[in-house]
């Protein structure tokens, strides 16, 4: 089985910065496509972004121009670099392995995810 081994949660101010880390390891299925996803409380939990091997990303629009996707292919891992974080941010962050992308842009979730990991932004 592949593990997905996060970190770089925390408790930050609006406007403050976070950076967080997805490593997988082990084997048995694909890291050509990964993402992040978060749930806040009470609400259901959404994608947020998406990267491919080759590095194209694709991003929720409540987050566009304010978080980066990338990947390390070499480390095997992802990040997500979050900036201008804000109040409604606030939520557990899960990263992904991603079982089919389509040319349309639509992503399907494998059942592969990481243990999560908070993300807390004070107002």
């Known amino acids: 089985q592949v593990q997905l081994v996060e970190s770089g949660g925390g408790l930050v101010q609006a406007g403050g910065s976070l950076r967080l880390s997805c490593a997988a390891s082990g084997s048995g299925y694909s890291t050509n496509l990964m993402a992040w996803y978060r749930q806040a409380p009470g609400k259901q939990r959404d994608l947020v972004a998406v990267i491919t091997s080759g590095g194209s990303t694709k991003y929720a629009d409540s987050v566009k121009g304010r978080f980066t996707i990338s990947r390390d292919n070499a480390k095997n891992t992802v990040y997500l670099q979050m900036n201008s974080l804000k109040p409604e941010d606030t939520a557990v962050y899960v990263c992904?392995?991603?079982?089919?992308?389509?040319?349309?842009?639509?992503?399907?979730?494998?059942?592969?995810w990481g243990q999560g990991t908070q993300v807390t932004v004070s107002s």
């Open positions: 992904n392995l991603g079982r089919y992308y389509t040319a349309g842009g639509h992503y399907t979730p494998s059942d592969y």
